[in-house]
T-cell receptor, first 111, second 114 residues
Framework: GDSVTQTEGLVTLTKGLPVMLNCTYQ??????LFWYVQHLNEAPKLLLK?????KRTEHQGFYATLHKSSSSFHLQKSSVQLSDSALYFC??????????FGSGTRLLVSP | DTTVKQNPRYKLARVGKPVNLICSQT?????MYWYQKKPNQAPKLLLF???????READTFEKFQSSRPNNSFCSLYIGSAGLEYSAMYLC?????????????FGPGTRLLVL
């Protein structure tokens, strides 16, 4: 079946450094990928999404490129801020009504 | 307003007792979802409504019930809570529910069963 893998459970960084959160997926269908972010005590909300191969998608300083050849949709930012500390979910939609989520990566940014 | 509301935010329940969680949205979205989220695990889809049609996941079919009395409200009902039901329950909605649709989440209800 369809699946999403986020290999890092926790990423800790000092502010100002770059970050990449890994997301790989498995599906036999045409994929639609999402990144959702959940700040402490808040609702998860969409950060960015894409279905276009090899095209960079950006929002609020974060960016990701869907690479169908490697089944990846890694999330990146060139310089993290304290406010980026949150839980980040990668998710996969392939058809119908269902979206499959990864287990999430917690990003902790220190001063 | 893209807010999805959930009540209560925290719920303490006794083993064997029923639990009812409420979700509401005012975006006139066709589809509403319920997920169960446990620590270090992916949100797990329990069920969703497309309009008035309820779809329950096969592996949780007998454990959870739901109702959607109107477009704005959706409930999640546990008839007899067990310890394994302790989790965060996330409600979400989307405009038409297609796999490309953005889902709008509520802040969740944290359920603790003792």
């Amino acid at each position: 079946g369809d699946s999403v893998t986020q290999t890092e459970g926790l990423v800790t960084l000092t502010k100002g450094l770059p970050v990449m959160l890994n997301c790989t997926y498995q599906t036999t269908y045409s994929p639609f990928l999402f990144w959702y972010v959940q700040h402490l005590n808040e609702a998860p909300k969409l950060l960015l999404k894409s279905s276009t191969d090899n095209k960079r998608t950006e929002h609020q300083g974060f960016y990701a490129t869907l690479h169908k050849s490697s089944s990846s949709f890694h999330l990146q930012k060139s310089s993290v801020q304290l406010s980026d500390s949150a839980l980040y979910f990668c998710a996969l939609g392939t058809g119908g009504y269902k979206v499959v989520f990864g287990s999430g990566t917690r990003l902790l940014v220190s001063p | 307003d893209t807010t999805v509301k959930q009540n209560p935010r925290y719920k303490l329940a006794r083993v064997g007792k029923p639990v009812n969680l409420i979700c509401s949205q005012t975006m006139n979205h066709d589809t509403m979802y319920w997920y169960q989220k446990k620590p270090n695990q992916a949100p797990k889809l329990l069920l969703f409504y497309y309009d008035k049609i309820l779809n329950r996941e096969a592996d949780t079919f007998e454990k959870f019930q739901s109702s959607r009395p109107n477009n704005s409200f959706c409930s999640l009902y546990i008839g007899s809570a067990g310890l394994e039901y302790s989790a965060m329950y996330l409600c979400a909605s989307s405009r038409d529910g297609g796999f490309q649709d953005t889902q709008y989440f509520g802040p969740g209800t944290r359920l603790l069963v003792l």
